[in-house]
């Protein structure tokens, strides 16, 4: 990591452009263009410090854990747990078991709908979410309301891109089982209260999941702070790996939970005469072999954005999120969508009118920049605001400002009707949309 630090942290002045040399895949370019990337909502890049980790892992300590009573077996296992440890001191939960790693938050909250919310939810209850949420934060409660004839409450938003906390208090009632809430829109950035809606649902004796995923880049996270219950995030999207994620709970709600798949290392033994006997948690909830490098390279992320600082890191985020907004209220036909002045986290979603976004998307592609254009795996909050999709940019720590003026360029460029048959990505809008990115 670059050695540019003021008392121990890296001034948020100089975060961008120093921490660049950190991610060798931004060294690419792309014909004439260096790589603007702006996607970092879908999956941010990952600095050498991951990367070494992980290749460090497989170099000198690759084999299974748990289960080899030999020296390199018990040296994997006790990096494995001691990544759990990094992440359960990064996110302050009390217990190191309160730590499930899952593949991602999508397995993490598909997870708790087939295992806790199975056990609590049945054909009299409600489930409340918000109409922002990711559908990954959707989806897997709709259809356990499905399954059980539950009713799923979905919370309105604001005109402004907001859930108003009366509002998703006045949703909680004697028939609500569970509460699945964003801590920041993936579409907007938009922070929600989380503490005070938490705190809303427990004098109900709710229990609340919170959907971490956009969150956990941007600002240091306080699950006994928070109050929740159940926590979740995925590792790419803090410059981990993919296929890591994190599931936390309350040791005395995850002590509850059955096996959500069985197999090798959820049982303590097994006779054809006997009841199965599993293993306390996390292990049983962590069947087969694990993403071992995973859960060490995401400890290695955790160390690394700790080691910048937070409030580097947020100060870096508002700095750029300001900029973005200034430069895009000066061109012609652009509009933000959302509210600016709420403060969002890291993103800045927009539509040009009179362009698809996905033309927008593929004209900034032939600048070297990086968006995400569509309706980010939210279609009920996109439909809250009119549009058929919006371009979303969104942040990391090494983003410039003078990326921020390449945009600006460019948009002053795009033009309705400009999309040539030239374009790579043509034959990805003359067929079906793809399906957007997985938490």
Known sequence: ??????????????????????????????????????????TAQKPRAVLDAMVNYYTGL?????????????????????????????INAEHADEVVFTPGTTAAVNLLADTFGRSIVTA?????????????NMLPWRRLCESTGAELVVVPVGAGGRVALDRFAAALGPRVRLAAVAQVSNVL??????????????????????????????????VRDLGADFYCFSGHKIYGPMGIGVLYGKRELLSRLEPYQVGGGTVKGVTLAEPVAYVPVPARLEAGTPHIAGAIGLAA????VHGLGWDAVQRHDDLLVEATVEALQGISRVRII??????PSGIVSFVVDGIHPYDVG?????????????????????????????????????????????????????RP???????????????????????
């Open 1 to 42: 990591m670059t050695d540019l630090v003021s008392n121990g942290k890296i001034s948020p002045s100089i975060l961008g452009e120093s921490v660049r040399r950190d991610f060798p895949i931004l060294e690419q370019r792309f014909g004439p263009n260096p790589l603007v990337y702006l996607d970092n909502a879908a």
């Open 62 to 90: 690759n084999s299974n854990i748990g289960r080899g009573y030999y020296q390199l077996s018990m040296a994997a296992t006790d990096a494995y747990e001691a990544a759990r440890d990094t992440v359960r001191r990064a």
């Open 124 to 136: 009299e209850d409600q489930v409340v979410v918000t109409g922002m949420e990711h559908n990954s």
């Open 189 to 222: 950035g938009t922070v929600n209260p989380v503490r005070d809606m938490i705190a809303a649902a427990h004098r109900h004796g709710i229990p609340v999941l919170v959907d971490g995923a956009q969150a956990v880049p941007h600002r240091p996270v306080d």
């Open 301 to 304: 992320a955790f160390d690394y």
């Open 338 to 343: 959302g509210d600016p002045a709420a403060q």
């Open 362 to 414: 593929g004209h900034l592609d032939r600048h070297g920049v990086a968006v995400r254009s569509g309706v980010h795996c939210a279609n009920l909050f996109i439909d809250t605001f009119g549009e058929v999709g919006t371009v979303r940019l969104s942040f990391a720590v090494y983003n410039t400002e003078a990326e921020i003026e390449v945009v600006r360029r460019a948009l002053t460029t795009v």
């Open 417 to 439: 009707g400009f999309w040539t048959h030239e374009h790579p990505t043509e034959r990805f809008l003359a067929t079906e949309p793809s399906p957007e990115n997985q938490h």
